[in-house]
């Protein structure tokens, strides 16, 4: 995205004097802009707009500078397409969210139904105690825990600390069944002696989110609060 500033806007009307180092501060100004898009000023606002934003979504800004011109993007590389400019884009726009990449996973292996679209997690269920981290999301381990559990075959070893539960989908799409009609569609886990946890509820649609941000409004208002006074400072270097 691109977002354009009139330089005599941002720091008044300019000289014939000053017009000669304009185009080498603007450049400097440029660079330094960029840089403190990315380290500062995105992450002090996805804090303010998201709810505990996790590291990757802090960090997830790429602001590269080419003469007068600094692009901005969350074009970013990640494990099984799960980075910010794919998650972050519903919160933009507002929608339906990006689904998940264990409800993707479950789907694929034919573990939740293709009539389901989402396994939303039941974070109220005793069976995520000790599974949510300081971001308030469930622990990555803990999805591949599940996902490991559901693929097992019965009586089959395993030295996950999980081993003494059954882990269960209702319905299970890899084998249609009528037992456990009585449950809602979800993921469970049981253990002999205690009570049955719901760890997932199957969604028929994909939840949706409020519009929360927007890129464009966050470029303009960064650029306005920093623009004038980088090209001030490298200005007054470029006559000292």
Not at 67 to 92: C, H, I, M, N, W
Not at 111 to 140: D, L, R, V
Request: hydrophobic share 35%; charged share 25%.
């Amino acid at each position: 995205m691109a977002i354009e500033f009139d330089v005599e806007e941002l720091i008044g009307r300019v000289d014939a004097i000053t017009a000669t180092q304009l185009p080498f501060a603007a450049r400097r100004a440029m660079f330094s802009y960029a840089n403190i898009l990315r380290k500062e000023a995105w992450p002090a606002y996805s804090k303010v707009n998201f709810e505990n934003p996790v590291p990757f979504t802090t960090s997830g800004l790429f602001a590269k500078a080419d003469g007068l011109t600094v692009t901005l993007s969350f074009d970013r590389d990640a494990p099984k397409g799960q980075d910010p400019s794919r998650y972050l884009a519903p919160t933009e726009t507002g929608g339906e969210i990006y689904v998940t990449r264990f409800s993707r996973a479950i789907k694929n292996k034919g573990i939740m139904p293709s009539a389901y679209a989402y396994a939303a997690p039941n974070t109220g269920s005793s069976g995520f105690a000790g599974e949510i981290n300081q971001y308030g999301n469930i622990k990555p381990g803990f999805y591949q825990a599940v996902l490991a559990a559901l693929e097992r075959k019965p009586g089959a070893k395993t030295r996950s600390k999980y081993r003494d539960y059954r882990f269960f989908s209702v319905p299970d799409g890899r084998r249609p069944s009528r037992a456990n009609q009585r449950l809602k569609p979800g993921i469970y886990r049981q253990k002999a002696g205690e009570p049955l946890q719901k760890l997932f509820g199957y969604l028929e649609n994909k939840p949706t989110v409020s519009k929360r941000w927007d890129f464009n409004e966050f470029a303009e208002i960064s650029g306005k609060e920093l623009l004038p006074g980088l090209l001030d400072k490298y200005i007054s270097e470029a006559f000292r």
